[in-house]
T-cell receptor, first 113, second 115 residues
Framework: GQQVMQIPQYQHVQEGEDFTTYCNSS?????IQWYKQRPGGHPVFLIQ?????EVKKQKRLTFQFGEAKKNSSLHITATQTTDVGTYFC?????????????FGTGTLLAVQP | NAGVTQTPKFRVLKTGQSMTLLCAQD?????MYWYRQDPGMGLRLIHY???????AKGEVPDGYNVSRLKKQNFLLGLESAAPSQTSVYFC??????????????FGDGTRLSIL
């Protein structure tokens, strides 16, 4: 079935260091969404990328969609303790008329003050 | 502004018991979804609904049933609970897709343990 690989599974950084998580698909994607889940919380939508090579920024977060639309990355500059959580990418299910998403396994980010 | 509300928040069941998880949304969303989240597995879609009175199977539907009698409510039922169904269950809702996907809005989750 359709799969989305997300790496790394876990990353521990010192506050102020940068962080990047990657999402890879074997098939071409129509779009990709990113969600953040705080510990004990629920996933919260961050952003959607649609165009090849698209780059979007939200303050210290930079989201990129690959030129071939098979991969995406989320980069956080100068992490803060508020960035702690699991970051998920989500892609459109191949039967996509129903807004179904396939979620990656997530990257858990730990930030040490 | 409640968004998506799930009840209960926590529950412990014995093997073989039944229960229903309730999801209610006040955003007038057409689409609703039930996911389960297990360590290292991300979110997996159990069932979903694209409108009142319609439901469909997701990735992992076995052992679960759903109903969408009203647009704002989506119920997930476990007829005979099994330990393998111990998980965190999330409900989500969204507007219909229009070319690109719509963001999904999640409830706070139900933490279910089956002994």
């Amino acid at each position: 079935g359709q799969q989305v690989m997300q790496i790394p599974q876990y990353q521990h950084v010192q506050e102020g260091e940068d962080f990047t998580t990657y999402c890879n698909s074997s098939t071409t994607l129509s779009n990709i969404q990113w969600y953040k889940q705080r510990p004990g919380g629920h996933p919260v939508f961050l952003i959607q990328l649609v165009k090849s090579g698209e780059v979007k920024k939200q303050k210290r977060l930079t989201f990129q969609f690959g030129e071939a639309k098979k991969n995406s990355s989320l980069h956080i500059t100068a992490t803060q303790t508020t960035d702690v959580g699991t970051y998920f990418c989500a892609v459109r299910h191949y039967g996509g008329a129903t807004n179904k998403l396939i979620f990656g396994t997530g990257t858990l980010l730990a930030v040490q003050p | 502004n409640a968004g998506v509300t799930q009840t209960p928040k926590f529950r412990v069941l014995k093997t073989g018991q039944s229960m229903t998880l309730l999801c209610a949304q006040d955003m007038n969303h057409e689409y609703m979804y039930w996911y389960r989240q297990d360590p290292g597995m991300g979110l997996r879609l159990i069932h979903y609904s694209v409108g009142e009175g319609t439901t469909a199977k997701g990735e992992v539907p076995d052992g679960y049933n759903v109903s969408r009698l009203k647009k704002q409510n989506f119920l997930l039922g476990l007829e005979s609970a099994a330990p393998s169904q111990t998980s965190v269950y999330f409900c989500a809702s969204s507007y219909p897709t229009t070319g690109g996907n719509q963001p999904q809005h999640f409830g706070d989750g139900t933490r279910l343990s089956i002994l």
